[in-house]
């Protein structure tokens, strides 16, 4: 079993022409399904197109909240991700519900290289994709899962999650400060002086400092930094604002 202990519900949604449902999964279940199943390639113009929209804008779904508010309902990210890439990841199990019968995928939502993302798997439970390879991406399976019933779920998700930052956080408005770095983009995300942010840097030396800095004061280290988080409090309130 995983040490993440998730919270196992299920969340049922209802489209215009199907039902689906998201169950967390331990580490342990994704890496078994994950065996027996194929990467799923779609038109992602649904993210870029939602991404461009979050941009900047404190309103929208950002990387902080979406990673509050995932690990609120059903517990820590797992740590199979690329660190370098990734500060979360949360593997599920999507159900998708029709009158041809139910079709079972892995979602991962995880944020990768700065911006929040969604992978598909088919898991491979039928006969007819028993020589289909786990790491050969393929089409989308237009009579299971179109990829315009694909862009569908994934707009709902992100729209569900965007409504859902919006009332949570008006009313819960004591958040405890963290933060996560993201290290190929020299992203650093989180929650700082009562205010959410996001902030790329184009100076690897500055970026360090900060993370060292936040790592020192709200991550596991012990080392005493005092001096420096001193002098990177004025920074850091200058980037985020």
Request: proline share 5%.
């Amino acid at each position: 079993m995983s040490n993440n202990s998730p919270v196992r519900p299920q969340y049922q949604f209802e489209s215009s022409h199907f039902y689906f449902s998201l169950l967390r999964l331990t580490d342990n279940e994704y890496q078994e399904f994950r065996t027996r199943s194929f990467p799923i390639r779609y038109d992602t113009m649904v993210l870029w197109s939602l991404r461009q929209k979050s941009q900047n804008n404190p309103n929208l779904l950002m990387l902080p909240k979406l990673l509050i508010l995932l690990e609120k309902e059903f517990g820590r990210s797992s740590k199979a991700y690329d660190s370098w890439k990734q500060g979360f990841y949360f593997p599920f199990l999507l159900k998708i519900q029709k009158p041809s019968g139910p079709f079972y995928y892995l979602l991962v939502i995880a944020d990768y290289r700065g911006g929040i993302d969604f992978s598909l798997y088919r898991v491979i439970d039928d006969a007819k994709f028993s020589e289909k390879e786990p790491e050969v991406y393929q089409s989308p399976i237009e009579d299971e899962l179109s990829d315009l019933e694909i862009a569908h779920v994934v707009s709902y998700i992100w729209g569900f999650y965007k409504g859902y930052a919006n009332s949570y956080f008006a009313q819960n408005p004591h958040i405890t400060p963290f933060f996560r770095y993201i290290a190929s983009e020299n992203l650093v995300y989180g929650y700082w002086d009562d205010q959410f942010f996001e902030r790329v840097f184009e100076d690897d030396n500055s970026c360090r400092i900060l993370v060292k800095a936040l790592d020192d004061k709200y991550g596991k280290s012990s080392k005493s930094v005092e001096d420096e988080i001193c002098q990177t409090q004025e920074m850091i309130l200058k980037i985020i604002t």
